[in-house]
């Protein structure tokens, strides 16, 4: 609707609370020098903000200071003659439009004292119109393949591998530096951590209730060892969530999804590991694990979820870790975020 400002980049809150509306940035190619665009997002359940909104747009007046800001910043006095409106009738909009969230207004020192900056917050909104229940959750979900990683930390033996082979080396660490690791189904370090960044879709006026996290592990030994433990702990924005004891790096039977192109002789499957994370604190597959509750995760802060796994240099068991994605093992999956709200 009109033009918007992007907050500072950077480690921030998502977005910014917009009088209970949530606002999100959005990528466009339709305004300005930074390509980014804001859109507000309107629901039934904040009746109070759907009311500011119907106020500011029931006026044509309203409308034309709207279009008459798109894409340019104007003085309250300017505007007020471009439309022929007394600068008292314009103030008076100026801030009808202000409390709706759709325009800001920024005061700026001048010779006769200060003046009145203003200049659109939006470039889209959006209602909706169904509202919804409170004793139902609702969920966002997302998979992350396995080659997607933000940073690692790994050492040999270490390695990716495709559905279609092998990407660098093995043993090279270099290698998990390389465009193609995207492109990784499998990959495995005998010590050291992942990190991922997931996208936060929770609402920003939303609470998150459970964090939910699957994937398929196992532990990471020469060739393969059943006999091989690893202590491989996770991280959720920092916080530790517990650590799950893999008992061994299987390899005596064939993974059920492994392609032709991966020989027999070592790393096979892993075991579904999932960690949960709510209020009462964190469970790996069922079992309480860890005092950490999903409001110490803090995930309204971030538009990101970081999520790191490995071995932590002190534990009791340093056996390294494979994590198997789509087409490779036996579960047909990447690592899966899930959170309920």
Known sequence: MCAGHQPPAGDRKRGST??????????????????????????????????????ALSSPARLEILKLLYGRDLIIGSIAKELGLPVSSTAFHLRVLEEAGLISMEELPNTRGSMKLCRCSADRISVDLAGRKSDIDEIFSAEMPVGAFSSCRV???????????????????YCFYLPQRMNAAILWSSSGYLEYKFANGVPQNRTAKKLTLSMELCSEAPSYKEDWKSDITLWINGRECGTW???????????????PCWANGKTQYGMQVIWEVDEEGTCINGKKAAQTSIKQLFLSERAYVAVKIGNKPDSRYVGGFNIF?????????????????
């Open 18 to 55: 917009l009088k209970c509306a949530q606002v999100i940035s959005l990528v466009t190619g339709e305004r300005g020098t930074d390509g980014m665009a804001k859109f507000i997002q309107y629901d039934m359940d904040n009746a109070d903000a759907l009311c500011r909104l119907g106020k």
């Open 155 to 173: 050492t040999p033996t270490c390695g990716l591998w495709s559905v279609d082979g092998m990407i660098g080396n093995e043993d090279a660490e």
């Open 245 to 259: 004891t893999s008992p061994g790096d299987f390899g005596g039977r064939r993974g059920r999804l492994n392609p």
């Open 325 to 341: 994605g789509k087409g490779y093992g036996d579960y047909n999956q990447d690592i899966v975020l899930t959170i309920a709200y």
